[in-house]
């Protein structure tokens, strides 16, 4: 049977998924390099997010019965004039997203695929509140330009410990 509109679109999705976790710890690694390891730390997090992010999508379509590929994913950006350019990158990368889940949701919409329309609310959620994060979080570096400790100050005061969000779908091999 041929794959639905939906099911490619949404495996296209988790090669970008793959692709934002890959980005995010290149811009990590850039950050740990400088020493900057709250701007790091912060990053790595966003990573693993994106990858479980990917991973909700392949146990959806593994509870969905549908066949899983796992494409590949183009190399991510490793090297940045200044410590404003990763998130300034990292904001351009989550509007994107914005945008690619909205097209997801549009599909399943579409196509009548209610259950693939369901479970894209969670994302469509998810990108709003990732936006936010990253806009504060540009807005701030931008004005540590000359000085990035104050940004390594603002996340320490401002990054809590965030607890699981329960209405998150559940990953493919578990949240790591």
Same mark, same amino acid.
């Given at each position: 049977?041929?794959?639905?509109?939906?099911?490619?679109?949404?495996?296209?999705?988790?090669?970008?998924?793959?692709?934002?976790?890959?980005?995010?710890?290149?811009?990590?690694?850039?950050?740990?390099?400088? @020493?900057?390891?709250?701007?790091?730390?912060?990053?790595?997090?966003?990573?693993?997010?994106?990858?479980?992010?990917?991973?909700?999508?392949?146990?959806?379509?593994?509870?969905?019965?549908?066949?899983v590929r796992i494409p590949g994913v183009d190399a991510p950006r490793t090297e940045f004039a200044d410590t404003?350019?990763?998130?300034?990158?990292?904001?351009?990368?989550?509007?994107?997203?914005?945008?690619?889940?909205?097209?997801?949701?549009?599909?399943?919409?579409?196509?009548?695929?209610?259950?693939?329309?369901?479970?894209?609310?969670?994302?469509?959620?998810?990108?709003?509140?990732?936006?936010?994060?990253?806009?504060?979080?540009?807005?701030?570096?931008?004005?540590?330009?000359?000085?990035?400790?104050?940004?390594?100050?603002?996340?320490?005061?401002? @990054?809590?410990?965030?607890?699981?969000?329960? @209405?998150?779908?559940?990953?493919?091999?578990?949240?790591?």
């Amino acid at each position: 049977m041929p794959e639905s509109r939906f099911v490619a679109a949404l495996t296209e999705q988790i090669a970008y998924e793959f692709g934002a976790s890959q980005q995010y710890t290149a811009i990590a690694v850039h950050y740990d390099d400088e @020493t900057l390891p709250r701007l790091a730390a912060f990053f790595y997090r966003q990573a693993l997010e994106e990858r479980n992010h990917a991973m909700m999508m392949v146990q959806y379509l593994l509870d969905a019965g549908e066949r899983v590929r796992i494409p590949g994913v183009d190399a991510p950006r490793t090297e940045f004039a200044d410590t404003v350019e990763p998130v300034a990158l990292a904001l351009e990368q989550e509007r994107r997203v914005t945008g690619q889940i909205n097209t997801l949701a549009g599909v399943a919409r579409d196509t009548g695929d209610y259950a693939g329309e369901q479970f894209m609310q969670w994302f469509i959620k998810e990108q709003v509140e990732e936006v936010a994060s990253m806009s504060d979080l540009l807005k701030v570096v931008e004005r540590a330009r000359e000085n990035p400790l104050q940004a390594e100050e603002y996340l320490a005061r401002e @990054t809590a410990a965030e607890a699981a969000d329960a @209405t998150a779908p559940a990953a493919a091999g578990g949240t790591l």
